[in-house]
Nanobody, 115 residues
Framework: QVQLVESGGGLVQTGGSLRLSCAASGIIYSIDTMGWYRQAPGKQREAVAIIARGGTANYANFVKGRFTISRDDANKAVYLQMNSLKPEDTAVYYC?????????WGKGTLVTVSS
């Protein structure tokens, strides 16, 4: 059974940085697109950054220049480096991956940015 587990969330001050990690486990031969999404209180889940198998990345406008997504296929992992954090970045961040035609999600990790 495939599982995604996020880590690295926490409390940080405005302007600070955090690095989120997501590790996939289970019988996995290859991972297609991976991504990070977030959901703030009272808001819908939204895409933050997506990275294709070849490494091409796309970002939401609100994180361009501040966040960087990367992946390590050998270790079945995806990362999100978040810099210059703002209070509006406060949310639960979810890892997502397409694996063998299935869409998998982690349970999320909370990021809180204090002003």
């Amino acid at each position: 059974q495939v599982q995604l587990v996020e880590s690295g969330g926490g409390l940080v001050q405005t302007g600070g940085s955090l690095r989120l990690s997501c590790a996939a486990s289970g019988i996995i031969y290859s991972i297609d697109t991976m991504g990070w999404y977030r959901q703030a209180p009272g808001k819908q889940r939204e895409a933050v950054a997506i990275i294709a198998r070849g490494g091409t990345a796309n970002y939401a406008n609100f994180v361009k220049g501040r966040f960087t997504i990367s992946r390590d296929d050998a270790n079945k992992a995806v990362y999100l480096q978040m810099n210059s954090l703002k209070p509006e970045d406060t949310a639960v961040y979810y890892c997502q991956a397409w694996i063998a035609g299935g869409n998998y999600w982690g349970k999320g990790t909370l990021v809180t940015v204090s002003s």
